[in-house]
């Protein structure tokens, strides 16, 4: 049985079991709330990120996602607005428990994890989303020290001694930063949820992570090469069906943004033309010029 866990400011575990029947291949078995003592403001509009995530806070929980993946050789995630939508939704309900898929609350495919934050007098907004990624990041500590790496429900151990808790319990949250087969992420955020004076943090994640009996990537092989990836920077760039030289004959086809990030295809070399894909490519596939940091 897939088991929640949320973490008062205190340190002490609030455990919360599911329904019976969710550990399934493709879908999370563990995303939890953690609680530490911070606040913020309200969000932004949707129309860049998805969600009520600013353009910054996307940024910063993209980048500690992908630095703790490239750190163990996993291909980095891309900023899913889809996701941040769905994200977005649970976040705006302001329950602080987690969606269940069994309830059709989140697809079966989609994992998630959980951030709440909350103090008198509430903090600025601006930490909000970089602490939560750095707080699921801290679990990796554990991951290192726990010879028992595999999603093993049978056999974890919650305690309310921190130091007592074994598997998924201890890191599940940071086991699903790095799972190898997982590619996108998104998140939503919700001001006065679940506490007047808090903040509730969603994120996200497909495929999901966390699979019972599997490790984040296969023990004791090289962990797949990271993709090369790069990061619209400057001002939003047109998309080309084709390379658009010499004679001009590309149709533009959508527009990428300031801050999202693409696939790099291929070799690419600074101001010139690029071969780029991922989600956030119109039709999946074209070329761009310059305005790319990788």
Known sequence: MPIELAQDPRGWAIMTKSRPGRIARGAAILSAALISGLFGLTG???????SQFTDAERNSVLARHNQERQAVGVPPLVWSNQLAADAQAWATLGTGNHSDPNNGQRPADQGESLYEAWGTPMPPRDSIARDAAAWWADEKQYYN?????????AHAVNDPAPAKRTNFYRWGHYTQMVWSSTKEIGCGIKQGAP???????????RTAGNIAGQTPYPPGQTPPPAERMATVT?????????KNEPDGAGRVIGILRVGQQVQLVGSCEPESWCQVTGRNVPGGNGWVWGHLKF
């Open 44 to 50: 932004p509009s949707q129309a860049q990120t998805g």
């Open 195 to 205: 506490k007047p004076n808090g903040w509730f943090v969603v994120c996200r994640y």
């Open 145 to 153: 020290a726990d010879p028992n790496k595999k999603i093993d429900p």
């Open 234 to 242: 400057g001002e939003d760039v047109d998309v080309y069906n084709v």
